[in-house]
């Protein structure tokens, strides 16, 4: 089995750039805030964060391919880095805490490119989660000092806890009854919304979460994570990975309940 430890340390390093520059301009009163042509807002730290993986990727990894959200994709090969610079950019420009640098390395194989290392740092929120594959997920302050991951034993929807983002991407796709009936069979139901919903399956305290529409550099970090934490990570579609443009994650004990609300329109 490969071994990734060296690629993780680097994921690390490049969260700690980023988490610098990130915070830096948290809550500033002068952020500069742009709209995009999908109407999403994008920050001057968004940029900057983003150049700055970037920068170090080019001297650290000259291989390797960068896919990110605010620059696109640059180089080619069998190794490709996908970055958020911030996920969660909304919450960043309202000064809520929530929001996160994603970073993974994805690998070519016989199923397309799959993420093999990923860090989800949420500086704001004093968190950080990771994995390798192969190695477990962790969380913690730094690869020294961190705590295993495991996802909930959970196995009923009547005693499950579902986090999701918003309602509006439900009723944009057709999915919104099964959405709701979905809320009213689990126990608990929460919009912790991003990266969050997802740390927290991995780590056990929520037991499924979904988003109806994403991108690649929103869901590879987070996808290998709760995969190696022991959990499931699909499209809606049911199809293993990242690549399906939303996401079901879970426990894996309900993830063909979680499928069969959420997959019918």
Known sequence: MADYHDDLRLAHVLADAADAATMERFRALDLKVETKPDMTPVTEADRAAEELIRGQLQRARPRDAILGEEYGVEGTGPRRWVIDPIDGTK???????????????????????????????????????????????????????????????????????????????????GRLDGFLDLTRACWRTRGYGDFWSYMMVAEGSVDICAEPELSLWDMAAPAIVVQEAGGVYTGLDGKPGPHSGNAAASNGLLHEELLSHLGRR
């Not at 960043?92 to 994603?102: C, D, E, H, S």
């Not at 730094?142 to 009723?171: C, I, K, P, Q």
Request: aromatic letters at 10%; zero cysteines; proline letters at 5%.
């Open 91 to 173: 919450n960043y420009v309202r000064g809520v805490p929530v929001w996160a640098t994603l970073i993974a390395l994805m690998e070519a194989g016989p199923g397309g490119y799959q993420p093999v290392v990923g860090v989800v740092s949420a500086p704001a929120l004093g968190r950080r989660w990771w994995a390798a594959k192969g190695s477990g997920a962790y969380a913690g302050r730094s690869l020294s000092s961190a705590t295993r991951l495991r996802v909930s034993a959970v196995g009923e929807l009547a005693d499950a806890s579902f986090a999701y983002s918003s309602l509006g991407g439900w009723e944009e796709q």
